[in-house]
């Protein structure tokens, strides 16, 4: 399923947009020189957001960047100086003209150093619910990325809802997941509009804005969804659209949940047999998942205890040994040292350890969590669901063997539908651009976005290429881990030229 509104603007016949823009261009109304019949349309439908103007200022604490941040930016040599930040106006529901309320968008505009830069540059992390201004800024120094920002003006928002743009603000009431959903969305009405479509409509709007003629991307994990979404949206207006870890549209179904859940346990498996050999820990009393398994059910019954009383059980170690899938090598070494310290009672690493998890670790925060229930399925199709999982080995970290009342319980999640937006969002295919195919980067070990779905994801695009990363983690190009996927990207940004269709990367 996808939002009626979407579909019946992508589908609209070409002569009756003709019709419309011709009717209102005599009306006195202006378009972009390059805007096509989608674009347009939005212009068409909310013209006061079209017509303020940013206003640009320092990019300073209020916009994420204390002075350390700032500091260590610059000791890197990233022209801090010359950071805008701004707030503009967007509107509240894309879908509803009718309306006239509007919520407030953070934004950044990070000028190349180069001062020849002719196109700008958006991005995002992903998540969902991680900050694009703090995600803007650290590119401007991250390892690699050099030859990229000295062509690029770079551009970063924090979606709506996320960080500070007009944030989602609750705590939780009940134990009952959907009943905190639900009562957060009551008292937020922003949660009912944030899904990717809306935010990607965003994005078209600081694109005219800006007067940028395209929109080139670079998005990573969620943000790969977030810029295929844009791409079928907007087909004509993009430029160069690097997706890194990429999904698909059924990113938040029932089905490509679970996937990302047997992905996390295949990946810890792999974490836990390495730690004595590639990792070259002296302590791993962790062998596999069975045996992690174990140890989460003995610190449910008896949590570790930090000094200042936190309580570490078992699902919050689980999320910090998860947490070490998304970092390098390094990383993981900490992670394995630290967890086994803590497990032999170590006080200083039980500290360290419910210090690193205070904000909840890799979860997705509330949030991201409204951005996922709009896309998920208003059809979750559970039979489909059933079938998928029917020969899977779930592991008994997932409340496996077999699929039994225990699995279905904690994957048959219909939570989602205390949001009555759910599955407003496009649930069912993107669609390529115009123009330059789309380079999406698949790493074949990762956890968060299993590598089957950045493959399903080229499918769905038709217009796109898919390169490679032979390796485990999150996030290829920019880590400062493959060269390989490094020069690629960069070649692909400056150029548009694609690697070699047979180009596999690894690490360096």
Known sequence: MTSSTPRRRVTIAAAAVAAVLTTLSLAGCTFGPNEQPEAAQQRIDFPNVYAQEIAWGECDESFGMPEPFAQMLADRGAPVESFQCAMIDVPLDWNDPSRDETVKLAISHLPSPSGDAKEALFSNPGGPGQSGLSHAFTLTASEGFTDVYAAYDLIGIDPRGVGLSTPVACESVSSIRSVNLATCADANPIAHSMGTSQAARDMELVRALIDAERFNYLGYSYGTVLGATYSTLFPEQVGRMLLDGAIDSGWSSLTGNFDQAMAIVGALSQLLSDCGTLYEQTSCPIADPDALNTVKNQLDDAPLVASDGTPVPGEMFLHY??????????????????????????????????????GGGAKVNLSGTFVKCHSFPADPDIPGFLAHIEDAEIPALLNGPGVNDAVLREHVDLSCFALAESGDDITDSFTGPAGDPVLVIGITGDHATPYARSESLVRQLGNAHLLTLQGNGHGASFQGRSTCADDAATAYLLTGALPPDDLICTDD
Request: no cysteine; hydrophobic share 50%; net charge negative.
């Open 321 to 358: 040994l998860i947490s070490g899938l998304y970092q390098a090598d390094g990383g993981r070494e900490i992670v394995l040292d630290v967890s086994s310290r803590a497990l032999a009672g170590e006080q200083m690493a039980i500290d360290f350890l419910a210090e690193q998890m205070a």
